[in-house]
């Protein structure tokens, strides 16, 4: 048995090369790295830092943090999804914020506005939402192409505009109402049928995982399936990594480039849809911003795949949720920022040296081929 058991290490181990292994350890040395400067920081502010590590992962799997660890890693992978299609296509789009607030806005007023059999109705808002967030992506898309605009300058601005143009939707005198019993303001709630059950999964709390964390599921995989296994997805690896072969081998680059940027803002506009429809019901000035810039770490420490975003989202929100226990403890949470901050970088350090590496190996690979095949003066190969 112990015979059989080595044999398929060894096969597996085989299979798996010296720069995939590094591949793999990467991402894990990154945050053992993070973990460690934040030990350092801590102890420099006075805080103990075994002790504060040791609270943030008990108070991380307790039943209600785990709760909240995947409803914000719901709307974290869609927002690095929407990420992810653009840099796949060597595209930086940092519009996903803009994109998916400006969707959620307007899904919002629509949902409140109308009333339909409830498959239908939820079926509806995320239409909208992302149209909304394809259309707006759209716009960057077409100054690249006609006009040769950066996608990083235009999806800068787009997002002040989409952040003003918010501003001027949500008041009282076009689409907003106020809450009861509050000082804020939104739109108009929507009704039981736009509204998606939460689930009880995890026992010892009544706190509900949101319901659209399928939906998440569900585009991960069409990421997979459409990147990996049909020809508009290698056409669009292939116009990333060269533009120049790309159209030496038929691709219209200029297409691939609008095509992608919004699908990317259709993915932006999912971003929202997972508070709105499973616990806000409503667009209003607390709902949550910045989650575009977010997608942008995590899609780095992904490496733009759809599992590794996955384990981004879920870290990146179970560290959000660990900073909860932090102020009671009368610790800064800032320092949940300074980690997370540490953990990209190390991981695209890591994964930059991994990249070298690769390139090394390679060469030396080539090298010993063609020092294997060269001739000796009697003709014959060395």
């Given at each position: 048995m112990s015979q059989e058991k080595s044999t398929f290490t060894d096969r597996l181990l085989g299979r798996v090369s010296p720069a995939g292994l590094l591949s793999l350890a990467a991402p894990l040395v990154a945050i053992v790295f993070a973990a460690l400067i934040t030990m350092v920081i801590l102890a420099i502010?006075?805080?103990?830092?075994?002790?504060?590590?040791?609270?943030?992962?008990?108070?991380?799997?307790?039943?209600?943090?785990?709760?909240?660890?995947?409803?914000?890693?719901?709307?974290?992978?869609?927002?690095?999804?929407?990420?992810?299609?653009?840099?796949?296509?060597?595209?930086?789009?940092?519009?996903?914020?803009?994109?998916?607030?400006?969707?959620?806005?307007?899904?919002?007023?629509?949902?409140?506005?109308?009333?339909?059999?409830?498959?239908?109705?939820?079926?509806?808002?995320?239409?909208?939402?992302?149209?909304?967030?394809?259309?707006?992506?759209?716009?960057?898309?077409?100054?690249?192409?006609?006009?040769?605009?950066?996608?990083?300058?235009?999806?800068?601005?787009?997002?002040?505009?989409?952040?003003a143009l918010g501003a001027w939707l949500l008041n009282k005198e076009r689409l907003a109402v106020e809450v009861a019993g509050s000082n804020n303001i939104g739109t108009n709630p929507i009704g039981p049928s736009g509204q998606v059950p939460g689930l009880e999964i995890i026992s010892g709390t009544q706190t509900k995982v949101f319901g659209l964390i399928f939906l998440s599921v569900v585009m991960g995989v069409l990421y997979h399936v459409v990147i990996n296994r049909t020809r508009f997805g290698f056409d669009l690896r292939a116009t990333g990594r060269s533009e120049s072969a790309a159209v030496a081998s038929g691709v219209n680059v200029k297409r691939m480039i609008l095509i992608s940027m919004i699908l990317s803002g259709g993915v932006a506009g999912l971003v929202g849809m997972p508070q709105l429809l499973g616990a806000s019901y409503s667009y209003s000035l607390d709902f949550p911003t910045g989650l575009g810039f977010t997608g942008i770490a995590i899609a780095l420490l992904g490496r733009n795949h759809p599992v590794g975003i996955a384990f981004g989202a879920l870290l990146w929100a179970f560290l959000d949720t660990s900073a909860g226990i932090l102020q009671i403890q009368k610790i800064s949470p800032d320092i949940v920022t300074i980690m997370q901050g540490t953990i990209v970088l190390s991981v695209i350090i890591a994964y930059e040296l991994v990249h070298r590496y690769q390139i090394s190996a390679e060469q030396r690979r080539v090298s010993r081929q063609l020092a294997s095949t060269t001739p000796t003066r009697e003709g014959t190969p060395a």
């Open positions: 502010t006075g805080a103990p830092p075994l002790d504060t590590l040791v609270i943030m992962g008990e108070y991380g799997i307790r039943p209600r943090s785990i709760v909240l660890t995947l409803n914000a890693a719901t709307y974290y992978y869609l927002s690095a999804l929407a990420v992810a299609i653009g840099f796949r296509m060597n595209l930086f789009n940092i519009g996903v914020d803009g994109q998916y607030r400006l969707a959620a806005l307007t899904a919002a007023a629509v949902g409140g506005a109308v009333t339909l059999p409830a498959p239908l109705h939820i079926a509806l808002i995320i239409f909208v939402a992302m149209l909304v967030g394809a259309g707006w992506a759209a716009i960057a898309g077409l100054l690249k192409v006609r006009r040769g605009v950066s996608e990083v300058i235009s999806t800068i601005m787009l997002n002040a505009i989409a952040t």
